[in-house]
Structures are given as structure tokens and as C-alpha cells.
């Protein structure tokens, strides 16, 4: 028999509810249900989350999306930390209203994995929230970043049998810390050889690393034309690039004008 937990019990008044627990294995099995939703993630550990439609094995780094209803129950296999998040069906249905979400209509709660930096980034995220009035307006924001950030894809898109180290290292060469860095970058991102890297990236992109790396750094130089005033000097040395007339070759080649045009153009828009 499932125990049902009710909103009104643990969490009356508020609009969400914040934590971060810890499981070990002689934990006894909590099989529930409740009138709320919840988003839970694996911070470090392994378990299994099972539901009357079977159970799932779970690492580090998986994301589960429990709707209202679902019967579920977390066990560890190893001393297993996870954050979880919950709030009331109203919020839940207002996300179903408006965005595809993965609180699908399968028979058990979905399960994605996480790049080690969106977990990172999810737990900041999840720290702030602890430290925030329980609103609707703040649980809102939370969750439709939660789903922006699930639905980021690589630059450029990857065939699906991409391998996960390849994935994790096309998903995080967007961030300036590492492209900054070029190729080396990259490879350092895939924790592979530059040779074994430098393959699989001919081969599933047919591109160099290099490229992908350029090609990440003039959008950024783009979007940096597009929002600030910094001299165009300063936006190459941002991307890691220090030959100026590099920077001019790399932008004209991907975007068919200087940055100086690209940049007018863009305010003419406006």
C-alpha cells in the first residue's frame, strides 16, 4: 500500500518545497503517491527508481520528473545524495498547458541525464531557491530554466549515436572558459587523445575540432557585437584570440561581413 501525501500537510501556503537528502541502502522502501509534482535529481550515489511500471537504475547526474499521481519509491544502492524540489499541481499543469515538458503521459516518470555542468548549475539554482521567498513567480522562473537549459543542444546537432563523452564535450565547449582555450580545449572537455578526438569529430561532424571551436566563438563574438559596446579588439581577445586579422577571417568566413558591418546591421534592426 502506497502512502499519500498531501500538499496542504508538509507545505500549506507555499509554493514549493526545497531539499536536499541522502538515502542509504538498509533504508526502508518508501512506495508513495501525492497531489503534487516533484523534480528530483541524483547529486552523487546509485539506486533504483521504481514505480509499478518497473524500475529504473539511476547515477549520478540523472533528473527524474515525477508527476501528480505517480507512485513511485527511491532506493540506493550505494549511500546515494539527491536534491528534490516539489510544488503543487496547479504550477504542474500550468507548465503542461504551455511547453512540451517531461512530465509525459508514459507509464513511469521520465529519466534524463545531466552533464556534469548542468548539474553543477542546477544545484547553485537549487541552492538560491532555498535562500528565496516560496512564490510562484520564484518556482516559476526555477522550472522554465530548468527546461531551457534541458532543451539547449549542442552547436552543431550530433547524430544520435554520439558518444556521451563526445556530447558532454560539444555541450560544454559553449561556455567561454573553455572555448577560450581552442582545440585543446575541446580535447581537454572530451578527456580523450587529440588524436581519438580529432577522428570522432571528422567523423560524426566532418569537421576539425578547430572548426567547432570557431565556429562556437563567432557566435559568441556575434551576440557580443549585438549587446555591448566593447571594441571589437577586446571581443576577439574574450573568444581567445589574439591575431585580430584571424578574428576578421574567421567572422567573414561564418557570417558573410565584417564585424564592424555585422554589428550596424544589427542596430539598424533595432
Known amino acids: 500500500m502506497a502512502t499519500i501525501l498531501h500538499w496542504k500537510d508538509f507545505a500549506a501556503g507555499e509554493a514549493f518545497f526545497v531539499a536536499r537528502a541522502w538515502r542509504k541502502p538498509s533504508d526502508a522502501i518508501r512506495l508513495h503517491t501525492h497531489d503534487f509534482s516533484e523534480v528530483l535529481w541524483i547529486d ?7 514505480s509499478p511500471a518497473g524500475a ?6 540523472d533528473i527524474i520528473f515525477i508527476r501528480p499521481s505517480d507512485i513511485h ?15 503543487p499541481r496547479d504550477t504542474y499543469n500550468w507548465l503542461r498547458q504551455r511547453y512540451t515538458t517531461p512530465w509525459t503521459t508514459a507509464p513511469a516518470p521520465e529519466v534524463h541525464r545531466l552533464e556534469p555542468g548542468q548539474l553543477r548549475r542546477l544545484n547553485r539554482a537549487a541552492d538560491e531557491l532555498c535562500n528565496t ?7 516559476e522562473r526555477f522550472l522554465l530554466n530548468l527546461l531551457h537549459m534541458l532543451a539547449r543542444q549542442p552547436a552543431p ?11 558532454h564535450a560539444c555541450t560544454e565547449i559553449n561556455q567561454p572558459e573553455h572555448f577560450r582555450s581552442g582545440a585543446p580545449g575541446f580535447t581537454k572537455l572530451a578527456g580523450r587523445s587529440a588524436e581519438h578526438v580529432a577522428r570522432v569529430t571528422r567523423a560524426l561532424l566532418r569537421q576539425t575540432p578547430s572548426a567547432v571551436v570557431n565556429r562556437v566563438r563567432m557566435q559568441y563574438a556575434a551576440r557580443r557585437l549585438t549587446m555591448t559596446d566593447a571594441k571589437i579588439m577586446d571581443i576577439a581577445l574574450d573568444c581567445g584570440l589574439t591575431n585580430l586579422s584571424h578574428f576578421y577571417r574567421l567572422f567573414q568566413r561564418q557570417f558573410g561581413t565584417t564585424p564592424q558591418t555585422y554589428r550596424q546591421q544589427q542596430r539598424d534592426l533595432a
Open 133 to 139: 521567498p516560496r512564490t510562484r513567480l520564484v518556482i
Open 157 to 167: 546537432a550530433l547524430p544520435a549515436d554520439s558518444p556521451e563523452w563526445f556530447q
Open 44 to 50: 552523487a550515489g546509485t539506486g533504483m527508481q521504481s
Open 73 to 87: 519509491a527511491l532506493t540506493s544502492a550505494t549511500t546515494m545524495q539527491f536534491t528534490n524540489i516539489a510544488f
Open 56 to 61: 529504473k537504475p539511476l547515477q549520478t547526474g
